[in-house]
């Protein structure tokens, strides 16, 4: 079954008080899958919380960027693999997905190495590491130029941010 993940981008404004973003403004991003097996993604400002329902699969904090802006921040390797942890247990395709090219970004910006993979009944697992911890993966059902274009989008999605969420939010945020 081919399965369509178009990322959203971003809102021009804060989906609670309808605030327009400005450049540099923080922006709190919510991502959710949406009954079509697609995703809805909403932001909103520093000051509107939105309850957790439906459960979100994703969040992190950025900023509105500069138009064309490169980006010029360094990646934050921590934090991407916190919310990569958070996820270690995906219920639904969605969240297999979400996780399986969360692990390819990881891959592309060397936070993990990749190892090997193997056939299993269901599939394939790609295996990876992380110094002495070993992540195993099941492959979910994404063609190559689906799982290149996620990744691409995923890069793109997360920009300078940086994942939040309550399991993060006591973490230190030095680099
Ligand atoms: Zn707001």
Redesign the pocket.
């Known amino acids: 079954m081919a399965v369509e993940w178009k990322m959203p981008r971003r809102s021009e404004r ?6 327009a973003f400005e450049v540099g403004d923080v922006i709190f991003v919510s991502l959710y899958e949406t009954a079509d097996e697609g995703y809805e993604r909403r932001d ?5 919380v939105i309850p957790d329902d439906p459960q979100r699969i994703g969040s992190w904090r950025t900023r509105r960027p500069e138009p064309s802006t490169p980006r010029t921040r360094p990646f934050d390797r921590e934090a991407l693999l916190g919310f990569f942890d958070r996820l270690a247990e995906p219920e639904t395709l969605a969240q297999v997905q979400f996780r399986f090219v969360l692990a390819l970004f990881l891959w592309r910006k060397k936070a993990i190495e990749f190892e090997t993979s193997r056939p299993t009944d269901a599939g394939e697992t790609w295996v990876f590491t992380q110094g002495e911890r070993r992540i195993e993966l099941e492959r979910p059902p994404l063609d190559e130029d689906e799982v290149e274009r996620l990744s691409l989008q995923l890069e793109e999605l997360m920009q300078a941010g940086v994942p939040v969420d309550e399991a993060s939010a006591e973490e230190p945020a030095d680099a």
């Open positions: 804060c989906v609670g008080c309808e605030t909103t400002c520093e000051n509107c």
